[in-house]
């Protein structure tokens, strides 16, 4: 079925550990997103892909990394996580049109 | 730079009422317009979009939205409200940059329905 995994669908992180959030899409598109979802605060870009071998920074980009090696993937990292970066994760890209498709998210928690 | 303002954060309707979702824009171009829909605990959905073709645009689950240029909006609509349409409802505006879309959301607005 075509569309975008995200794994884990859930974690619970100590604060200070590393983390890798997994996004993969099987639809050849090649523009990728990240963003975090927080309550009232809507969905907020923290970087994003134009093509396999490119990144940017979106609006929220400090305390994360990503990389992009090839079209299908698209992880993001938490180089050590903070409290602060409790939300859900989501994963999408898009077509020529900039329709997006998400993935199911992830629920990230950092205590 | 770009932007989007949703007017409401909260919106309440009765079963089989019309809905109106607001919407303002801002876009140094001519800008891609979006709704989506999240539902509790799920992923977004495209609703419609409006890509400088009619400038009013149907969508799925009989939403609908009007691009006025004049007024830099782009509000959602729908005649008669169902139950399942409780959900979260955001804008999206999105130029293009470096070939490809960079979209800006906005905060949502969170349509409650009532029997």
């Known amino acids: 079925i075509a569309g975008i995994t995200q794994a884990p669908t859930s974690q619970i992180l100590a604060a200070g550990r590393r983390m890798t959030l997994r996004c993969t899409q099987d639809m050849r598109h090649n523009a990728m997103y990240w963003y975090r979802q927080d309550l009232g605060l809507g969905l907020r870009l923290i970087h994003y892909s134009n093509t396999a071998g490119t990144t940017g920074k979106g609006e929220v980009p400090d305390g994360y990394s990503v990389s992009r090696a090839n079209t299908d993937d698209f992880p993001l990292t938490l180089a050590s996580a903070v409290p602060s970066q409790t939300s859900v994760y989501f994963c999408a890209s898009s077509n020529q049109l900039g329709e997006q498709f998400f993935g199911p998210g992830t629920r990230l928690t950092v205590l | 730079a770009q932007s989007v303002t949703q007017l409401d954060s909260h919106v309440s309707v009765s079963e089989g009422t019309p809905v109106l979702l607001r919407c303002n824009y801002s876009s140094s171009y001519s800008p891609s317009l979006f709704w989506y829909v999240q539902h509790p605990n799920k992923g977004l959905q495209l609703l419609l979009k409006?890509?400088?073709?009619?400038?009013l645009v149907k969508g799925i689950n009989g939403f609908e939205a009007e691009f006025k240029k004049s007024e830099t909006s782009f509000h959602l609509t729908k005649p008669s409200a169902h139950m399942s349409d409780a959900a979260e409802y955001f804008c999206v505006v999105s130029d293009i940059s470096g070939g490809s879309y960079i979209p800006t959301f906005g905060r949502g607005t969170s349509l409650i329905v009532h029997p």
């Open positions: 409006y890509t400088s073709a009619a400038t």
